[in-house]
């Protein structure tokens, strides 16, 4: 990636706009340098002048990038090559070396401050003590403008992805057999993707599992992962592969079981939603709430609107979701590049469920999915 070209874009578009930006560790920033993002944590992890550690430029300033010790050393980004790199120590002041680098910027009395939307509040207040006539606005939503229109070698990276993730569920499918639970299920896809390459899971691997005498449970996890998986039951998978910081996310149904007419009918609509989704993921010609309206009236049409429960997709790209959205409401108008989850699903509380997702880049004459396997349902005797 020509992360030089994308510097100097953003600084373009800070013009006018910001006299300083920051981004801490995030997508920006991995978008913008290059910087990785580690496994994330559930709880909160820091080091001594954490607020400050990201990266620092102006419209004029290449960035600096700001680390604490333990970040530059056991974090591995103090070798970090391309760019301008300074570490504060374990027992140092991290406002006097901000300060020290904002000095070297030569920013006015009342500076105009760009700030990634993952700032700390903690970050926010030690620079209204350091700059207190500064004002403050979205970083985030100005280089929003480069990250929503995707390159071919980004397109490229998120189709790797993609095949990394159908592997993985290829790979899972083999293991699968009566009796399983919903973690053992969980647990095999988290790991089959780590086996092909992937850094781990780019959003916490999700079931939404329902049938006759399996109630669909939202959001209770240790609740549901116990639950022995007892046919017949749909099984839904939602799941993606991390590549080099691109996210992706990715959906098939199974059927523990022969699966009844009812199933069969209602998989066999979200594939025909989806299809009219893509088919209407037209670059230059639809807006986003036209993609979510065409794939949705097969569903509606059909008798089941109400279990129809979201949007239709999301932005994706080095987060797994980003704006535009795919729903009533979003008129963004479509170009090519934009990457879009296309992603139908009826979910029934005490019957049968079905999903399926895709990332589909927009193109002018429709739709490209990047992955295309296991459209029909799978059975699992």
Request: net charge negative.
């Amino acid at each position: 990636m020509n992360y030089t070209d994308r510097i100097q874009k953003l600084q373009a578009l800070l013009e006018g706009q910001a006299d300083l930006a920051y981004f801490p560790h995030s997508a920006d920033l991995q978008y913008l340098t290059g910087v990785p993002r580690d496994i994330p944590n559930y709880g909160t992890t820091i080091h001594p002048g954490a607020w400050l550690e990201g990266v620092w430029l102006t419209p004029k300033h290449q960035p600096v990038l700001l680390l604490p010790r333990m970040s530059a050393e056991f974090g591995g980004l103090g070798n970090l090559g391309g760019i301008d790199i300074r570490v504060l120590g374990d027992w140092d002041d991290p406002a006097e070396l901000v300060r020290k680098i904002l000095s070297g910027f030569n920013l006015p009395g009342q500076p105009r401050i760009a700030i990634s939307d993952h700032t700390t509040g903690e970050t926010i207040v030690h620079l209204q003590q350091i700059l207190p006539e500064a004002r403050f606005t979205s970083a985030t939503t100005i280089l929003r403008q480069l990250r929503v229109v995707k390159s071919e070698e980004e397109i490229a990276m998120m189709r790797r992805a993609g095949e990394i993730t159908e592997a993985a569920f290829a790979d899972v499918l083999a293991q699968l057999k009566h009796g399983m639970t919903e973690l053992d299920l969980i647990s095999e896809v988290d790991y089959q993707m780590r086996r092909h390459g992937s850094l781990g899971p780019s959003f916490t691997t999700s079931l939404y599992n329902s049938g006759p005498n399996h109630p669909l449970l939202f959001g209770q996890r240790l609740q549901t992962w116990p639950r022995v998986l007892t046919a017949p039951v749909s099984i839904l998978f939602d799941f993606g592969a991390v590549l080099d910081g691109f996210c992706y996310d990715y959906g098939r149904t199974v059927s523990f079981g022969e699966p009844p007419d009812e199933f069969a009918r209602v998989h066999r609509l979200i594939m025909e939603s989806q299809a009219a989704g893509i088919a209407a993921l037209k670059a230059g010609q639809a807006t986003t709430s036209q993609v979510d309206a065409a794939a949705r009236k097969v569903i509606e049409d059909a008798g089941y609107g109400e279990a129809f429960r979201h949007r239709l997709g999301h932005g994706i790209g080095m987060d797994v979701h980003e704006p535009p959205f795919l729903t009533k409401g979003d008129e963004t108008p479509l170009r090519e590049g934009m990457l879009f989850t296309i992603e139908p699903s009826i979910t029934q509380f005490n019957s049968y469920s079905a999903r399926v997702e895709d990332v589909v880049v927009a193109r002018p004459g429709g739709g490209e999915p990047l992955t295309r396997g296991y459209p029909d349902l799978i059975v699992i005797d």
